[in-house]
């Protein structure tokens, strides 16, 4: 049972560069989310994607992209790193037609020098 | 958008005895509430829900309440033990999205 699954756990990128979180989840859930966690702020919402083929912007999305790549797998991507993009990243799917359970990944640690 | 508070920020009990996390939240369309435990280096877990035509739900010593008039809901963990030491989160569906509070983290001393 891999549920969902993020790479990569742990990432250091300078100012400038550009990387890609990736997530995949194998229970066929038609939504997925991507949030961020910061001491003292919670998860906010940066991204989500109701379905395959559709994206929208949570609370936070300057500075990022997304792509839903099929019903599996949902990626972020950070086109010119900041320090204030320093967090952990976490990938979650919601359970289609059940309780509204959502199912995180277990976050990949991103650093911005 | 949902403004979701949750108090206190820490909180710290000795094992054996209860605690309670409280949150509060803005918008009266929301209609589910869960509740999410976090341990060190994982990613949040579901561990109790309300819907918000249900005024208490109960699992073994955890237990959820929910005012709607007051929109407040409530964590209620009662004969602590160390393993519940984690962050949990509250939480209120509004929308498209789940919307967190900001997290308690919970220390259970033996």
């Known amino acids: 049972n891999a549920g969902v699954t993020q790479t990569p756990k742990f990432q250091v990128l300078k100012t400038g560069q550009s990387m890609t979180l990736q997530c995949a989840q194998d229970?066929?859930?038609?939504?997925m989310y991507w949030y961020r966690q910061d001491p003292g702020m919670g998860l906010r919402l940066i991204y989500y994607?109701?379905?395959?083929?559709?994206?929208d912007k949570g609370e936070v999305p300057n500075g990022y992209n997304v792509s839903r790549l099929n019903k599996r797998e949902f990626s972020l991507r950070l086109e010119s790193a900041a320090p204030s993009q320093t967090s952990v990243y976490f990938c979650?799917?919601?359970?289609?037609?059940?309780?509204?359970?959502?199912?995180f990944g277990e976050g990949s640690r991103l650093t911005v020098l | 958008g949902e403004n979701v508070e949750q108090h206190p920020s820490t909180l710290s009990v000795q094992e054996g005895d209860s605690a309670v996390i409280k949150c509060t939240y803005s918008?009266?369309?929301?209609?589910?509430f869960p509740w999410y435990k976090q341990e060190l280096g994982k990613g949040p877990q579901l561990i109790i829900d309300i819907r918000s035509n249900v005024g208490e739900k109960k699992d073994q010593r955890i237990a959820v309440t929910l005012n709607k008039t007051a929109k407040h809901f409530s964590l209620h963990i009662t004969e602590t033990q160390p393993e519940d030491s984690a962050v949990y989160f509250c939480a209120a569906h509004s929308g498209y999205a789940l919307n967190f509070g900001k997290g308690t983290s919970l220390l259970v001393t033996p």
């Open positions: 229970m066929n859930h038609n939504s």
């Open positions: 979650a799917s919601l359970r289609t037609g059940g309780t509204g359970e959502l199912f």
């Open positions: 918008d009266s369309a929301s209609n589910y």
């Open positions: 994607s109701a379905s395959e083929g559709t994206t």
